[in-house]
């Protein structure tokens, strides 16, 4: 499925247009940019408090528990 999305600055001159020029594809799908526009309400962290929450993790596997036979070559 392809998605054409359409501004909504541009939806009065694009959008019929696009919708019949795509009208004999099933594939594509015409739509308008529908996000509300104000301000970002994502949550912003300074740096400080980036670092602070951000959680370092080792992905490496763990070792295998126990000891190992020698390795070194006999005399």
Same mark, same amino acid.
């Given at each position: =499925? *392809? #998605? ?5 600055? /541009?939806?009065?001159? /694009? #959008?019929?247009? /696009?919708?019949? #020029?795509?009208?004999? +594809?099933? +594939?594509?799908? %015409? *739509? =308008? ?9 994502? +949550?912003? /962290? &300074? ?7 951000? *959680? &370092?993790?080792? $992905? $490496?596997?763990?070792? %295998?528990?126990? &000891?190992?036979?020698? &390795?070194?070559?006999?005399?």
């Amino acid at each position: =499925m *392809i #998605y054409c999305v359409v501004p909504r600055e /541009l939806e009065g001159e /694009l #959008y019929d247009k /696009l919708v019949a #020029y795509y009208e004999e +594809n099933p +594939n594509v799908t %015409v *739509i =308008m940019d529908r996000r509300e526009h104000g301000p970002d309400r994502r +949550n912003k /962290l &300074t740096g400080a408090e980036f670092k602070e929450r951000r *959680i &370092t993790r080792d $992905r $490496r596997r763990k070792r %295998v528990t126990g &000891t190992f036979p020698e &390795t070194d070559a006999p005399e």
